[in-house]
């Protein structure tokens, strides 16, 4: 997976803020975006030491971890390369419904090799000899 910069502390970190006066609204925002399934299944729950860069979770763990994190903020534009590529499909495609219902407020960027994921876009370029083409979704992948 693409590496995800993610400091030592506890999943309630990733309000990258104030944690006792964020901490309630870090659980809030997970459990209405369905991270809350994830993260709660953890050792420690939202407690979980995730260790100097995510060591203490699995690659898909930290993709997760880095997705909520960016999405707290509430972005208007989104920026996601490979944002799946060390998840199960299952967990792949509850983060392409997540971006699919969170796309009236946000602008999203996708890098991807996964046709799953190209299912959501609006557009697709795809680069070929150093240039960017807009591409049928269904010629990128056939």
């Given amino acids: 997976p693409q590496s ?3 400091f030592n502390g506890t999943l ?3 309000c990258l803020g104030n944690v006792l006066e964020e901490g309630e609204a870090v659980v809030h925002f997970c459990q209405k975006h369905g991270f809350d399934r994830y993260f709660e299944s953890l050792p420690q729950s939202y407690l979980t030491l995730v260790g100097e860069e995510g060591i203490n979770l699995s690659g898909g ?3 997760l971890v880095g997705l909520a994190r960016a999405l707290y903020r509430r972005p208007q534009l989104l920026l996601l390369d490979e944002a799946t590529s060390a998840l199960d499909r299952q967990t792949e495609q509850f983060v392409l419904d997540l971006l699919d219902r969170l ?3 946000l602008a999203t960027v996708l890098v ?3 046709s799953q994921s190209v299912q959501l876009t609006d557009r697709v370029y795809g680069l070929t000899t150093g240039c960017l083409e807009e591409q ?3 010629a990128m992948f056939s």
């Fill in 4 to 6: 995800i910069k993610i």
């Fill in 12 to 14: 309630l970190d990733i």
């Fill in 61 to 63: 763990q930290q993709q």
């Fill in 103 to 105: 796309r009236p407020q």
């Fill in 112 to 114: 991807t090799h996964r």
């Fill in 136 to 138: 049928k979704a269904v």
